[in-house]
């Protein structure tokens, strides 16, 4: 008797109660019990309460009965499940930005009742279900942002109250079908970013008479804009950036009276711009056609669209003068025009009846002066006119354009001295004015710019001394002012910019002796201060500078010896000659090496005397570790799990189990070895293979660090230029990370191994656009923004057509954590950004410098170290080669195609890319634009 009353006890206790939940809320924890819940955001979803209506993301109609479920950004894992289409009334759900896998049910058309579904921003895989269309009251289905892969159905055409359709940035195939033009609700339509196969854009679109956004930017079309888009005429939105568009502009896009925004860039249109496209957009605010071929005149009808904002036309081939009506554009803030071959006079008035914000006409033939009123509406942030043969004096109103960030002239003529106020601004972080006819003197007020980053000036006539309130000025961290008249001595406060990084005084007339307080340069890298009138002796303490490696004293009148604590540095610039230098010869700079750094120096002695020899046998140390070594990596490599208590989490649908990936993990599968473990090509029962990396045991605290930023990142994104993690597996202390397999390994060894023969220029050229686009996205694309921290050509993985993934994020970081929780460098020698390794800050930037490296691996066919670079990294030799012979000099013999323009230009790209002050690197959203399917140009820097 006794058992029995137990047995009902606990049976009372496992029940739920009489008033538990009721059957909408069990519907709700049967979904709620095939997730995971890392955060225990749906704690409080409760059997025992009597309605979940009061349940976090759950809302209920004026009855009580359930109308939406939206739960966004709870880190939610595993499959949709249908049961919530037992909901009856359930007309909204929301799962978007979570971890739901596997593939999406056709049994969600069971949700009868649906009119949202939103699952954007998650790890869902397969088809996506032509159920779906049969949804009567569906109006806005956002999938955007998954690994979907297949065609988008065609049964969507029959959908009957569709308004939104996104599924952007998923894996998608085949063409855009025609028979979503059949769908006269749709309002928003959102296919960028997706694989499809090469089309043209389907003329159906042209019906859909209701469309307001149509976002297909990055969607491989080809051919020419049907004129059937010119029928939109409510379409507020057009995008198709980023594809292979030509021909013309169609005169009938002019139907487009109420777009806000066209977006056309990074294509290659030709032809003139119709007149009736400016003449008639009434609505325009933005207008982006950059990146292109188009030829002709600006037509100046766009500047009286009452609206207009910004207009980008920069990187084409177009002509002409501005037009007048330009000055009369009273919204325009963004003017970009940079790179066309556009020529005569800068309108007199312009800035006086707008607020300009940006001004970039770049690298054009423009002559005459600049606007007196540019700055008239005190907005102007950025005056960029590099490269064009203006003259005359600088307008006395840019004195006092307290708004200005960026200004960049050099390049021109200009003359006479610069206004006063001009040197004092507060914001501004870079001034360049270099390669002009400018003079007067440096003024003391420069103290006032407080935000100044870059003093550019040289080539100029400036005269006069160094003044010592540029001390003042804590963010400086480059001083250019080669080539002038500067006389004096150095102030001795200059050696107390604790952030300078270049200090270029070449060719003046700088006299005394150098500053000895100098220990607080520790960033510095270059110190250039030849052909001057320097006397005194060398200060011993730049022999303690940790990352000097530029260091020119030539040609002046220095005099004692040469300090022996210069043999610290690790010099790729040395140059002492032409001085009056005496005493020996520091033993590591009797080298033939540095017999030209030295001469001209008649007092300095040869030391020849008590060299020794190092015995080769020291190598044998080494080679007896290796043996030692080489029997316990067998013993790790050789141990196996057969038993499977592994915890597996998938980011797509794997049909694979984790014993058949840990049983594959033998020698034989063994394709390469990295810092932070061995990776497998693991081939399955189905035939299909797998890259497997088995992460090291080393430090637990670095193993977990490594494996949580590989799922963490590679876990949520999703794109055709990032490898896809398939899903990793833990058991106990092993963890594995099983890959999508890429059988033509990684660039280096494509660059620089046995297939380099197989890699011509379009294979590299498009290879440079993968890994922008790839790039474009962890910056841009995402939030938050991911930045890779360790680019390089063996982190850059080839698929079976040589097209490019990004793979190896081990060392990425969200970038707003960056900043704080970087404690040591990542990345490898030859790719860091010189920032990196004494700030140990880094953010998007950082990428940019090592993708730069990555673009001169491709045109140089060099590796980033290699000993054929003459002791420097591949970044300074291809300067040095470009500077002194050429940019033929640079490139890889192996490319004689005769592409030699092109290359050119992405060698451009490249050295502006691994500039070494950040800001001067362009976003890699404008990298993209140049590089994936537009124009090869120079972007503008943002």
Known sequence: MMVVLVVVFFLALLSPPAAGVNEEGRLLLQFRDGLDDPRGALADWARAAASPCNWTGVTCGAGGAVTAVRLPSLDLQGPFSPSLCGLRSLSSISLADNYINSSLPAAVSRCAALAELDLSMNALVGPIPAELAALPRLRRLVLDSNNFSGEIPAAFGGAAALQTLSLAANLLSGEIPASLGNVSTLRDLLLAYNPFSPGPIPPEIGNLSDLRTLWLTSCNLRGELPASLGRLGRLERLDLAQNDLRGPVP??????????????????????????????????????????????????????????????????????????????????????????????????????????????????????????????????????????????????????????????????????????????????????????????????????????????????????????????????????????????????????????????????????????????????????????????????????????????????????????????????????????????????????????????????GDRRKGRSFLPSVLAAAGLLLLILAAGFLERRRRRARRRSPWKVTSFHRVSFPAREIAEGLEEKNLVGEGASGEVYRVKLSDGTAVAVKKLRRGSAEKTNRFFEAEVATLGRVRHKSIVRLWCCCVLEDCRLLVYEYLPNGSLREALHGGKRSRLGWPERRRIAGDVAEGLAYLHHGIAPPVVHRDLKSSNILLDAEFRAKIGDFGAAKAAPDTANSVTAVAGSTGYIAPEYAYTLKVNEKSDVYSFGVVLLELLTGKEPLAGELEGKDLVKWVRGKVEEMGTAAAMDANLDDGLVEERERMLELALLCTSDLPINRPAMTRVAKVLCRGSLGVPDVE
């Open 251 to 604: 005169a009938a896009l002019a139907g487009l009276s109420s777009a806000v925004a066209i977006e056309l860039y990074g294509n290659r249109l030709s032809g003139p711009i119709p007149d009736q496209l400016a003449r008639n957009l009434s609505s325009l605010r933005f207008f982006d056609a950059s990146g292109n071929l188009l030829r002709g005149e600006i037509p100046p009808g766009f500047f009286h669209l009452p609206l207009l904002e910004s207009f980008h036309l920069y990187q084409n081939r177009l002509a002409g003068g501005l037009p007048a009506s330009l000055a009369g554009a009273r919204r325009l803030a963004d003017l970009r025009l940079h790179g066309n071959d556009l020529s005569g006079r800068l309108p007199a008035d312009l800035g006086e009846t707008s607020a300009l914000v940006v001004v970039d006409l770049s690298q054009n033939r423009f002559s005459g002066e600049i606007p007196r009123g540019v700055c008239h509406g005190s907005s102007l942030e950025e005056l960029m006119l590099i490269g064009n043969s203006l003259s005359g004096t600088l307008p006395e109103g840019l004195g006092s354009c307290r708004t200005l960030r960026r200004v960049r002239l050099s390049g021109n003529s200009l003359s006479g001295e610069v206004p006063p106020g001009m040197w004092a601004l507060p914001r501004v972080s870079l001034l360049d004015l270099e390669g002009n006819l400018l003079s007067g003197e440096i003024s003391p007020a420069i103290a006032g710019a407080r935000n100044l980053s870059v003093l550019a000036i040289s080539r100029n006539q400036f005269s006069g001394v160094v003044p010592g309130e540029i001390a003042a000025l804590k963010n400086l961290f480059e001083i250019s002012a080669a080539g002038n008249r500067l006389a004096g001595p150095l102030p001795p406060a200059i050696g107390r910019l604790a952030g300078l990084q270049v200090l270029n005084l070449h060719g003046n007339a700088i006299s005394g002796e150098l500053p000895r307080d100098v220990l607080s340069w520790r960033r510095l890298t270059e110190l250039d201060l030849g052909s001057n009138l320097l006397t005194g002796t060398i200060p011993s303490e730049l022999g303690f500078l940790p990352v000097l490696n530029y260091l020119d004293l030539s040609d002046n009148l220095l005099s004692g010896g040469i300090p022996p604590e210069l043999q610290n540095l690790k010099l790729n610039i040395f140059n002492l000659s032409y001085n009056r230098l005496s005493g020996e010869v520091p033993a590591l700079f009797e080298t033939a090496v540095y017999r030209d750094s030295l001469t001209g120096n008649p007092g300095l």
